[in-house]
């Protein structure tokens, strides 16, 4: 059969089990896939569809946030950044952010991707959000106005939505447009320990926004063949930015994800990285994991979803490890 999601295939079956299965609702075919007069089974191919709507979470507004119990420092704004796509940034951001939570830390993710996927894999749904980030940075909405509080543990959430995605051809005639972002997050200076930016895999304006309302930058790379490509032309934007917007601007780490112990290539491309960055590679790799994959469908970070597994526990010793880092 070939692949589509228009595709189908008719199997026949025995006539004594057509009423065996279509009585069965718990049955591996759907009752509705099935003509009993013709004796046919029609196998659909259809999209995956989010497993736990009770998994969505209450949209509440920034008063309504709980009382922070312990004195906030300095606040470190770190942007999660690679051009690449598929390496791991949403992942890390959200699964970083709520292990931080976990650790007592006070945490705002930033959801600067318009795919959202930080937004929804936090259990947010998005046809529900009345303000984004898209008008904080287009609009002047002040950004508290936009802040989801207390998504997890001791985490808020700016989120995004799709109209985050006309945002990087609206903000070329806007004046400042490299700075819409480093004014509203740095607004919040004093109210969290960690902003985490989770950025697009593109270098447009939205990641340019980031990079310069960022004190550092944390790195994800996939241990995979092509694991350096693209790394080049994000460190050259880099210290553009660093030389004319934000000279404070640094790696703050680099992150390996998808690694797995078993294969000689992953073992081959965390050398190679270590080779290129040196210390700034974290200790702490990031599993190749099912339960990591599973968790945004539930709408929630691995922390809560399956706290005991490895990914869980790598991402709190990542935690542990920017914590030290300072």
């Known amino acids: 059969m070939s692949k589509g999601f228009n595709n189908e295939q008719h199997t026949e079956i025995p006539s004594n089990d057509r009423h065996n299965m279509s009585s069965n609702p718990n049955g591996q075919i759907p009752v509705e896939d099935i003509d009993l007069e013709s004796g046919k089974v ?52 959200i699964n970083l952010a709520a292990a931080l939570g976990n650790l007592g830390k006070q945490v705002l993710l930033v959801d600067l991707d318009p795919q959202g996927n930080s937004t929804s894999g936090l259990g947010v749904e998005k046809a529900l959000i009345d303000t984004c980030i898209y008008d904080v940075l287009l609009s002047d909405v002040p950004i508290k106005e936009a802040i989801i509080p207390d998504v997890c543990k001791d985490l808020d959430l700016v989120p995004a939505t799709i109209n985050l995605a006309g945002a990087e051809v609206e903000l070329v005639t806007e004046m400042a447009r490299e700075n819409r972002l480093k004014d509203a997050v740095g607004s919040l200076r004093g109210n969290y320990d960690y902003i985490l930016i989770d950025c697009p895999p593109s270098l447009g304006l939205l990641t340019v926004n980031a990079l310069v309302a960022a004190d550092k930058l944390l790195i994800p790379i996939q241990c995979e063949f092509y694991a350096l490509e693209g790394v080049t032309k994000l460190l050259e934007s880099m ?42 590679v974290f200790d702490t790799p990031i599993p190749r994991s099912v339960k990591i994959s599973e968790a945004p469908s539930f709408g929630m970070p ?14 709190m010793e990542l935690a542990k490890e920017v914590i030290n880092r300072g």
């Not at 196998?43 to 507004?61: D, G, L, T």
């Not at 300095?74 to 949403?90: C, D, F, P, W």
């Not at 553009?240 to 491309?269: A, C, E, H, W």
């Not at 691995?302 to 991402?315: C, R, W």
């Open 239 to 280: 210290k553009r930015v660093k030389t004319r917007l934000n000279p404070k601007l640094d790696i703050f780490g680099v992150l390996m994800t998808m690694y797995d112990g078993r294969t000689t290539l992953s073992k081959q491309v965390v050398e190679e990285v270590k080779n290129y960055f040196g210390k700034t």
């Open 42 to 93: 029609v196998i659909r191919e259809v999209a995956p569809q989010v497993e736990n709507v009770s998994s969505v979470r209450e949209i509440k507004n920034y008063s309504e946030k709980k009382p922070v119990n312990h004195v906030i420092g300095q606040t470190r704004i770190i942007a999660i950044i690679n051009q690449k796509g598929g390496v791991g940034k949403s992942t890390t951001a």
């Open 302 to 315: 691995i922390t809560e979803y399956d706290p005991l597994g490895k990914g869980s526990i790598a991402y």
